[in-house]
């Protein structure tokens, strides 16, 4: 998959799920959130690394590599909730 695809599919994802959960790596827990706080947290982190490869700041693989680790730790179940770790 290309950049543009990914993208769309983690937005695809987070979209239709009615619940998020995100893994807390200290407590070993998945917590519940809302929507807007990881599509934040995605479009924020996707927007600075674009702006910083547009610079020269950034290789261009990282940008890469950010899209397919979040588009594998964003998996939706069958209930349509979203557990991302």
Same mark, same amino acid.
């Given at each position: ?30 917590? !519940?959130?809302?929507?807007? #706080?990881? &599509? %934040?947290? +995605?479009? =924020?982190?996707? $927007? ?11 290789? !261009?693989?990282?940008?890469? #590599?950010? &899209? %397919?680790? +979040?588009? =594998?730790?964003? $998996? ?10």
């Amino acid at each position: 998959m290309n950049n543009q695809e990914l993208r769309k599919s983690i937005l695809s994802k987070i979209s239709k799920a009615k619940t998020i959960y995100v893994f807390n790596g200290y407590t070993e827990f998945y917590f !519940k959130t809302i929507k807007a #706080d990881l &599509l %934040e947290t +995605f479009r =924020n982190t996707y $927007k600075n690394l674009s702006e910083s490869i547009k610079k020269g700041t950034t290789p !261009k693989y990282y940008l890469n #590599d950010y &899209l %397919e680790e +979040f588009n =594998n730790n964003c $998996k939706i179940n069958e209930h349509m909730e979203v557990y991302f770790n």
